[in-house]
């Protein structure tokens, strides 16, 4: 069963040292793989790399890819944009 990902997805790990902890997907490799970012320990310099089996999809966020996308979003704005969705789980 392979959930399908796409850029701007809300994802939740499922294990790791990072474990239930929310991510914005900003990337997607062809081997499965995903680049992750928080905007706190996983910044747009430094995305972590993924594998989708650890990951789950809990929701997704358009306008925050197009800032990201056009350069114009910072890590301060996508830790927040992460926060909203921590307070409906």
């Known amino acids: 069963m392979d959930i399908e990902f796409s850029v701007g997805d809300i994802v939740k790990s499922l294990s790791g040292h990072d474990k239930n902890r929310l991510f914005i997907v900003t990337s997607i490799d062809k081997n499965g793989y995903l680049d992750i970012i928080d905007g706190k320990y996983r910044t747009m310099d430094k995305p972590k790399k993924k594998n989708s089996r650890h990951l789950i999809k809990v929701g997704h966020d358009d306008d925050i890819i ?17 926060k909203v969705y921590m307070v409906k789980e």
């Not at 800032?67 to 992460?82: F, G, R």
């Open 66 to 82: 197009k800032k990201i996308n056009s350069s114009l979003a910072t890590n301060t704005e996508i830790y927040k944009m992460i």
